[in-house]
């Protein structure tokens, strides 16, 4: 009988548990729809669907590269309040990743833009630079709203929830805790293959210019778009951190190298060198410091100067010879 009785209690437990979606919805988004690892509060069903799509994409790239899984994450568009993230984390969704919306993903790739173009064409009118930045700004954001930066944007997140979990933004850095480069390699490698390709062949053009690549100054330089990043956090934005051509030089070649360090790093290695370089960071090891009580075991060298003779090698053997 009370076999029966502890029976009956759990599948009525069972059949009242909330769902995903009950527990995640916001009022102000009409859909919710639940994937295998979160859920998307979304505007429409069509753009739900597609966004769920993307983020599901990236999860077992996630898996495959830093040997965990993806934690549970919500994609909410068009922006998030801080208490609209916090309930969602409080309610079993660490990783929760605002969108912005129209309006402010222009805001924040004009500033971009405008600057890379003022930079470039310091003798071109105003009325010059507003007609280009506009033209690059409607390309732009075609190119990086939505669907397209939803699994570049949980790579970031996603790393720092597993190895800095619970951790923010840290003064002085793009990002969360982990370094600039290794964040931005960790989104670049969840892109799909297309982006994948045109990184590449961005890193190419960089390459055949004879454009220096110093390993050493990678580790340590500052995300090229913090300025950007900083602003939108004091705005209060949802940062789109995904970056292309049209952000300027400097930005493009820093995911452009970073994809290409990815690919570098796994091709010489194995498929989790990701995961053993991001434990060591987060137990504050540099890559100097990894690189000596690990590289050899791994396939690299022990120190950064052995390790920019393999890279350029290496790049050389793909690429071709440098500019």
Known sequence: MRTGI??????????QAATLCEVARLDRLPVCIETAGGVILAINT??????????????????????????RYAVVQNEASAEEIGRLKDNG??????LPSKADLIAQIEIQVRSAVEEQLPEASDAEIDSLVAEIVDRQVAAVSGVAI?????????????????????????G???????????????????????RRAAFFEIWQQGLSFDLAAFFAMEHPAKLTADAARKAGRAIVKVGSAADGPDIDAFYAKSRVFADFLIDVTDQEILASIAEAAAQGSSMEQWLAA??????????????????????????GPPG
């Open 176 to 198: 969360g805790p982990a370094p600039d480069w290794l964040e931005e390699v960790a989104a670049v490698v969840m892109e799909t293959e297309l982006l994948s390709e045109r």
């Open 150 to 174: 939803v699994a570049h944007e949980l790579g970031h997140l996603w790393l720092q929830e597993t190895f800095w979990p619970g951790a923010s933004s840290v003064e002085g850095q793009y």
């Open 46 to 71: 069509p753009e739900a669907e597609a966004l769920g799509a993307a983020a599901e994409s990236a999860r077992p790239i996630f898996r495959v590269r830093f040997g965990r899984d993806a934690p």
């Open 294 to 319: 690990q590289g050899n075991e791994r396939g690299l060298p022990s120190d950064l100067k052995s390790l920019e003779l393999a890279w350029r090698e290496w790049v050389t053997s793909v690429y």
């Open 93 to 98: 969704f660490p990783v929760v990743l605002p």
């Open 6 to 15: 502890c029976l009956a209690i759990l599948l009525a437990a069972n059949s």
